[in-house]
C-alpha cells in the first residue's frame, strides 16, 4: 500500500499551518492547499494589465477552489469584485459579513443545482466583502473569477 500524497499549507509569507492529505480531485488537478482553506490553482490570468489602488493588475483572475468533506475557508476579503461558479458535485455554502473592519454574517448563500430550493449557480461577492465558506458536507468544486486580478497583496484574511 503507497502512503497517501501529502502537502503543505503555508502562510502568504510561507510559515508552516499545517500538513495534509491530499484529496484525488486535488492531486487530478494539480490543486494546491489555500492559506484560508481549501485547495486552489489558478488556471488563467488575462493578458491586459490595469492600474488599481495597489499597483498594477491583470484585467481577470480564474482559480479552481476545491473545498473537501471538513473543511472551510477562512472569513477574508479582497479588493476585487469575485464571482463562483458552482461545478459540483456536493453544494457549498458562503457566508457573506459585509463590509466593516470585521466580519458580520449578513447573509448566506448555498451554490449547488437546487434553483428550486433557492441553491444558485453562480454568485457575485462585491469588492471589499468578507465572506467564508463552511465545511462542507460533501466535496464541491467551484471556480473563482476575479476582476481587477488578484493577488496576494490585495487580500485580507480576518484577524
Do not use: N
Not at 16 to 36: F, G, K, N, T
Not at 116 to 142: D, F, H, I, K, M
Amino acid at each position: 500500500m503507497t502512503e497517501p500524497l501529502r502537502a503543505e499549507r503555508t502562510t502568504v509569507d510561507g510559515a508552516h499551518i499545517e500538513w495534509l492529505d491530499v484529496p484525488e480531485r486535488a492531486r487530478l488537478l494539480d490543486l494546491a492547499p489555500h492559506p484560508e482553506g481549501g485547495w486552489y490553482r489558478r488556471t488563467w490570468t488575462g493578458g491586459t494589465p490595469v492600474d488599481t489602488a495597489g499597483g498594477v493588475r491583470p484585467a481577470a483572475t480564474l482559480i479552481h477552489f476545491l473545498l473537501p468533506v471538513g473543511e472551510q475557508s477562512l472569513w477574508h476579503k479582497v479588493v476585487s469584485d469575485e464571482i463562483w461558479l458552482w461545478h459540483g458535485p456536493g453544494t457549498l455554502t458562503l457566508e457573506l459579513g459585509g463590509t466593516g473592519e470585521h466580519p458580520d454574517i449578513a447573509e448566506s448563500i448555498r451554490l449547488g443545482p437546487d434553483l428550486e430550493a433557492g441553491q444558485v449557480l453562480q454568485l457575485l461577492v462585491p469588492a471589499g466583502v468578507w465572506q467564508r465558506t463552511l465545511p462542507a458536507a460533501e466535496e464541491t468544486l467551484v471556480s473563482c473569477v476575479v476582476s481587477p486580478g488578484f493577488s496576494f497583496e490585495d487580500w485580507q484574511l480576518e484577524k
